[in-house]
């Protein structure tokens, strides 16, 4: 349980007291006072607790929940977020990462439609402007947690129907014998638009990672283009890197 030692806050410090606060409850958390998952005491609650404004106790939660340490749940309350590592270099759909992670993977959609390649589609796609596309737009949850917003464009020969993809997107095409074997990604770290940030439950202008994923077939077909915007706040990609000369060596002194 939460015990902040109102000792600690000094109105004579040049530190403004949102950020004093701010400092507590991370301490607290690094010391594994709060634990992830534990719910934090209500603005009113905290501002009672350090005898400060609520105006100050809320300016420091804004300053946790966009350093990641906290996340918002609507009609909730505010929690001790956990942060998620996704390997980089490994192929996989949110539902099935999710699940595997112990989570509960949910969709909020925005589109779905059929409908002609834009220029950026049909290029990435390899179509010619023709050909039918299926469009899906959603925020991807785990837990009812908003974590990100994924647009794909899948060349709608690949899919029966649109309902056909009613949680993962992967599943659907597996289902099909179309499921991608390789792909490539470009990451971008940017800032959530309002509407973004709006739909992940996060400050303005927070944080966000933007990416872009063209997969391919075994023959090299491009099936799938995706551009996401995952919470900064939530995600860590990670990526093994190797010294490919030590390798060579290696494997030289094991002939």
């Known amino acids: 349980m939460l015990k902040i030692d109102r000792q600690r806050i000094d109105a004579a410090k040049p530190t403004p007291l ?22 934090l005491p209500s603005e009113r609650e905290l501002s009672d607790m350090v005898g400060i404004s609520r105006v100050t106790v809320r300016k420091a939660i804004e300053t946790l929940l966009r350093e990641g340490l906290l996340s918002r749940k609507h009609g909730s309350g505010t929690y001790i977020a956990p942060r998620i590592e996704q390997p980089a270099a490994l192929l996989a759909g949110f539902t099935a990462d999710m699940r595997n992670r112990g989570q509960q993977p949910g969709s909020i959609w925005l589109e779905r439609e059929t409908g002609l390649p834009t220029p950026e589609e049909a290029l990435a796609l390899s179509l010619s402007i023709d050909q039918p ?20 464009s899948v060349p709608a020969r690949f899919l029966g129907a649109i309902d056909d993809v009613s949680t993962s ?10 499921r991608p074997v390789r792909g490539l990604q470009r990451l971008q770290a940017s800032l959530a638009t309002p509407d973004e940030a709006a739909a992940l439950s996060l400050p303005a202008g927070a944080a966000i990672l933007r990416i872009e994923r063209r997969a391919f077939l075994a023959d090299g077909t491009p099936v799938e283009f995706t551009r996401s ?10 990526t093994e890197v190797r010294d490919l000369a030590a390798d060579k060596r290696m494997l030289e002194a094991a002939k």
């Open 18 to 39: 949102y950020l004093q606060v701010a400092d507590l409850i991370r301490d607290e958390i690094k010391d594994g006072v709060i634990r992830i998952g534990d719910a």
């Open 133 to 152: 596309i299926m469009r899906f737009a959603r925020v991807r949850t785990a837990n009812d947690e908003p974590m990100a917003i994924e647009r794909a």
């Open 169 to 178: 997107l992967y599943s659907a095409l597996e289902a099909r014998g179309c």
């Open 229 to 238: 915007a995952y919470r900064g706040d939530r995600y860590d990609f990670v």
